[in-house]
T-cell receptor, first 112, second 117 residues
Framework: DAKTTQPPSMDCAEGRAANLPCNHSTISGNEYVYWYRQIHSQGPQYIIHGLKNNETNEMASLIITEDRKSSTLTLPHATLRDTAVYYCIVRVGAGGSYIPTFGRGTSLIVHP | GAVVSQHPSRVICKSGTSVKIECRSLDFQATTMFWYRQFPKQSLMLMATSNEGSKATYEQGVEKDKFLINHASLTLSTLTVTSAHPEDSSFYIC?????????????FGSGTQLSVL
């Protein structure tokens, strides 16, 4: 699976949009981009995933560039409860032998 | 979303004893589950892949005789830390794969904080 690069930390004001970037320049055509987050002392939580189209759900939006080499996760109206470490990972879409590994992620701090 | 229950959430044990951690998928069947450990301020480190009905696959450097994994049913995987020592103190997290192909997602337990005295 392709490697990902994320900034180690970001901060955002409460109520504003939080835009978290991820670089995956070696991504293959059949690899999906996934985002998870981990709030302190809890297990990670699935947020969203996509292949090449932009995706939106009740938690966030995912924008994948046309060349698929990078993506941005957007939390439209960040709250204090969104303070967490956000992980961007890519995986082959066929499942089966996929081994989910996590990098260091981005530590997002939402401040009042 | 799907729910993965992990128990216990916290355990304190004496050095030399064994500790069992359970991971259950409550509303879906999980052929594959994963076990991670996490040290403070570090990322999740994959320990092993647990496959229902077969032996677990361990990552390089993880002692399979020390970290026993059993995945006897489609909803339950257990991790037993045998003869625990203080260096085994860590946050252990399980996850289960739900769905397949384009719809596949990982759901995680809430983690187990193990402290070995």
């Amino acid at each position: 699976d392709a490697k990902t690069t994320q900034p180690p930390s970001m901060d955002c004001a409460e109520g504003r949009a939080a835009n978290l970037p991820c670089n995956h320049s070696t991504i293959s055509g059949n690899e999906y981009v996934y985002w998870y987050r981990q709030i302190h002392s809890q297990g990670p939580q699935y947020i969203i995933h996509g292949l090449k189209n932009n995706e939106t759900n009740e938690m966030a939006s995912l924008i994948i560039t046309e060349d698929r080499k990078s993506s941005t996760l957007t939390l439209p109206h960040a709250t204090l409860r969104d303070t967490a470490v956000y992980y961007c990972i890519v995986r082959v879409g066929a499942g089966g032998s996929y081994i989910p590994t996590f990098g260091r992620g981005t530590s997002l701090i939402v401040h009042p | 979303g799907a729910v993965v229950s992990q128990h216990p959430s916290r355990v304190i044990c004496k050095s030399g004893t064994s500790v069992k951690i359970e991971c259950r998928s409550l509303d879906f069947q999980a052929t594959t589950m994963f076990w991670y450990r996490q040290f403070p301020k570090q990322s999740l480190m994959l320990m092993a892949t647990s496959n229902e009905g077969s032996k677990a696959t361990y990552e390089q450097g993880v002692e399979k005789d020390k970290f026993l994994i059993n995945h006897a049913s489609l909803t339950l995987s257990t991790l037993t830390v045998t003869s625990a020592h203080p260096e085994d103190s860590s946050f252990y997290i399980c996850s289960a794969r739900e769905g397949a192909g384009a719809g596949e997602k990982l759901f995680f337990g809430s983690g187990t904080q193990l402290s070995v005295l």
